[in-house]
């Protein structure tokens, strides 16, 4: 779902999409229209981050070739490497405002949330109170991680890459006492130092995920029992636990390395294992856990209380649609109502628009020109548009980020189902409801949106097919 116009308290129901009451508004940058506001979580940590560690390595030439004079092919590395670790400063830099970005965002959403369960529990909605409870839990390991693995290693290992820098740079000119005392320090025990800090505390940090994701693991086992969804469930709760577990030693045994290395040599042996690990951690996040998500203070109201396993179903379905090449022929069994419903509940209407409005065919259909500087489409000027018109521009929508954000939706729906599970039994457990309350958003009878969904093996079903689970989140 993209971002909307809906006042809070309204769901996203088919008829409001056929009434036209959801939009996007759009702004023209350069020649290019992009979403106003952004309303999604973004996975989008850098790359080159997952190589701070190699960046900081760097001062190597200053802490092994620690002598008077200084060798000319030591001083020649430590240029190299001293200018290196202070380029690395302003790679933290540039993340550390994307991930701030993502903090505020998920901040007002924690507030929103807070608000809304403020709400339901003096009216005594126990089953909200277990939604919006499911929800802030969800909220709380992602604003974490943000800030613990993110912005934190960016402002630690960043300011350490400025002092290991110009450390580095400063062992050139050891011949002065003053300058080789200071040079050993930046490069060694104080430099080095930020490191260690943040390996600590991060350390400490990645426990708590493994021990949350083997418990979400646990829970999906019990519940889940079609055997198809539960592998996939399985498998992303393995991701979690093999990212903070080899993050957790990763920076236990780079914190160490980093602190011998100051004064001892073979504390780089140490660090290279290390560095190869931080690479393969960063992009296991990138590429098998993180996600990118509407956020609560963009969604309806009601949309807090989604069920979630028929939209796992969805997610699965979409992947498979996209896989098999069969994108047309599911999307032209849609009405043009349901085709913008399916567009929303699989968090791509606001995909389907920016879409739409750079394409000049459909621009000009949607009377959007080159000169417009904001543009606000509404679902009823979608629906003006011929529905073999709007699912050409659908097909070419999901070929572009179908795959992507179906692939984003599964991993967010399981962490969310992880987190109701584990806040129902609390509440059982805690007598703020009962067994019998909490095991009716569990009964059988979970369906797809899809009309004719795909199973996981490939073919079309019927909906009574579909797996009997359901859990109402």
């Known amino acids: 779902m993209g971002p909307c116009d809906l006042e809070p308290g309204q769901p996203y129901s088919e008829k409001q999409i056929e009434d036209g009451v959801l939009g996007v508004k759009l702004t023209r940058k350069k020649d290019e229209l992009v979403l106003t506001q952004q309303t999604r979580l973004r996975n989008d940590l850098l790359i080159i981050v997952g190589y701070l560690e190699f960046f900081n390595?760097?001062?190597?030439?200053?802490n092994i070739w620690n002598t008077i004079p200084v060798p000319k092919f030591a001083m020649a590395l430590m240029i190299v490497g001293g200018t290196a670790a202070l380029l690395a400063s302003t790679i933290a830099l540039w993340d550390l405002r994307r991930s701030l970005r993502n903090v505020r965002l998920l901040r007002e959403e924690r507030t929103y949330l807070q608000s809304e369960l403020d709400l339901a529990e003096p009216r005594g909605l126990v089953r909200r109170q277990h939604h919006l409870t499911a929800w802030l839990s969800l909220n709380f390991r992602e604003l974490g991680w943000e800030i613990m693995d993110r912005a934190l290693m960016d402002i630690l290992v960043g300011f350490a890459s400025i002092l290991v820098g110009v450390g580095t740079l400063m062992a050139t000119g050891?011949?002065?006492?003053?300058?080789?005392?200071?040079?050993?320090?930046?490069?060694?025990?104080?430099?080095?130092?930020?490191?260690?800090?943040?390996?600590?505390?991060n350390a400490v940090w990645s426990g708590y995920l493994y021990i949350r994701a083997r418990r979400h693991k646990?829970?999906?086992?019990?519940?889940?029992?079609?055997k198809s969804v539960l592998k996939r469930g399985v498998e992303v709760f393995r991701n979690h636990q093999r990212y903070a577990l080899m993050n957790g030693i990763t920076l236990l045994v780079s914190s160490a390395g980093s602190l011998i290395s100051s004064t001892m040599w073979w504390g780089y042996v140490i660090l290279i294992p290390c560095i190869a690990s931080s690479v393969y951690c960063n992009v296991l996040w990138r590429r098998k856990v993180g996600y990118n998500r509407i956020l609560c203070q963009f969604r309806a109201s009601d949309d807090l209380e989604l069920d979630v396993y028929p939209q796992i179903l969805d997610a699965v379905n979409v992947q498979v649609m996209m896989n098999d090449g069969s994108t047309r022929a599911v999307l032209g069994g849609f009405q043009q109502g349901r085709l913008l419903e399916f567009a929303c509940n699989n968090e791509m209407f606001d995909d389907l628009c920016l879409h739409m409005a750079n394409e000049a065919a459909m621009g000009q259909a949607l009377d959007i020109?080159?000169?417009?500087?904001?543009?606000?489409?509404?679902?009823?000027?979608?629906?003006?548009?011929?529905?073999?018109r709007l699912?050409?521009?659908?097909?070419?929508?999901?070929?572009?980020?179908?795959?992507?954000?179906?692939?984003?939706?599964?991993?967010?729906?399981?962490?969310?189902?992880?987190?109701?599970?584990?806040v129902g039994q609390s509440m059982v457990e805690?007598?703020?409801?009962?067994?019998?309350?909490?095991?009716?958003?569990?009964?059988?009878?979970?369906?797809?949106?899809?009309?004719?969904?795909?199973?996981?093996?490939?073919h079309v079903q019927g909906q009574d097919d579909l797996p009997t689970f359901k859990a109402e989140i």
């Open 57 to 62: 390595a760097l001062d190597f030439p200053a």
């Open 430 to 458: 805690e007598g703020v409801t009962n067994i019998h309350d909490y095991s009716n958003t569990l009964e059988p009878g979970g369906r797809s949106q899809v009309i004719m969904p795909v199973s996981t093996e490939g």
């Open 369 to 388: 020109t080159p000169a417009d500087v904001e543009v606000d489409i509404s679902i009823r000027k979608l629906c003006t548009l011929k529905a073999e």
């Open 174 to 201: 050891g011949a002065n006492h003053r300058v080789y005392l200071a040079s050993n320090l930046l490069s060694g025990y104080i430099g080095n130092g930020f490191v260690a800090v943040y390996g600590l505390m």
């Open 391 to 422: 699912v050409e521009a659908m097909e070419a929508c999901f070929a572009k980020v179908g795959l992507r954000r179906a692939l984003d939706r599964e991993r967010f729906l399981f962490e969310l189902l992880g987190a109701y599970l584990t």
């Open 218 to 226: 646990a829970h999906v086992r019990q519940y889940i029992h079609e």
